[in-house]
T-cell receptor, first 112, second 116 residues
Framework: EDKVVQSPLSLVVHEGDTVTLNCSYE??????LLWYKQEKKAPTFLFML????IEKKSGRLSSILDKKELFSILNITATQTGDSAVYLC????????????FGKGTLLTVNP | GAGVSQSPRYKVAKRGQDVALRCDPI?????LFWYQQALGQGPEFLTYFQNEAQLDKSGLPSDRFFAERPEGSVSTLKIQRTQQEDSAVYLCASSVRDRGLTDTQYFGPGTRLTVL
């Protein structure tokens, strides 16, 4: 059975800190890994990663994938209170390359 | 353009009632997905449509759950004889292409179902 594990499950930081969120996976026929940000509404898409070692960047957020060690990290620099959310990691895998398998998420709280 | 919309945003049902949850995907998106998200958990796959065809319903937890997308756009998830364990947020997502290609899924805000 496909498995996606995120750590830590929750994290509290102060504004300006840098955080690293982790996602490891055990899946058959990996195809891509996605990161989403979920506030009290729709999960919003952040990144899709398919190749190892290529960093994707958007403003203060960046992410990278290691297909050999089967994990990805999401970095957020100079955190702001608006970054407070649950960050979800999900994987496309196997023959059903449409189905996403999600981790439980990391709850990030950024205090002023 | 408009994103994925869902209605109602909140639904409270008494145990045993039937409920219907609606999803309006992004216009032109071929693929539509339903996920169930319990409190403190990540979303879990329920079912997948390519246009009007339901190609995978392996995640539906019981035969009380039924989904349709008759014209290949709007979809409805119906839960019959609701139970307390059905309480969750039901998320709908759509993507532009068919299952042949890995594609980004865009999510709606979800319907929070509470069964009393």
């Amino acid at each position: 059975e496909d498995k996606v594990v995120q750590s830590p499950l929750s994290l509290v930081v102060h504004e300006g800190d840098t955080v690293t969120l982790n996602c490891s996976y055990e899946v058959t026929n990996f195809r891509s890994l996605l990161w989403y940000k979920q506030e009290k509404k729709a999960p919003t898409f952040l990144f899709m990663l398919t190749s190892s070692g290529i960093e994707k960047k958007s403003g203060r957020l960046s992410s990278i994938l290691d297909k050999k060690e089967l994990f990805s990290i999401l970095n957020i620099t100079a955190t702001q209170t608006g970054d407070s959310a649950v960050y979800l990691c999900a994987v496309h895998s196997g023959g059903s390359n449409y189905k996403l398998t999600f981790g439980k998420g990391t709850l990030l709280t950024v205090n002023p | 353009g408009a994103g994925v919309s869902q209605s109602p945003r909140y639904k409270v049902a008494k145990r045993g009632q039937d409920v219907a949850l609606r999803c309006d995907p992004i216009s032109g998106h071929v693929s539509l997905f339903w996920y169930q998200q319990a409190l403190g958990q990540g979303p879990e796959f329920l079912t997948y449509f390519q246009n009007e065809a339901q190609l995978d319903k392996s995640g539906l937890p019981s035969d009380r759950f039924f989904a349709e997308r008759p014209e290949g756009s709007v979809s409805t998830l119906k839960i019959q004889r609701t139970q307390q364990e059905d309480s969750a947020v039901y998320l709908c997502a759509s993507s532009v292409r068919d299952r042949g290609l890995t594609d980004t899924q865009y999510f709606g805000p979800g319907t929070r179902l509470t069964v009393l």
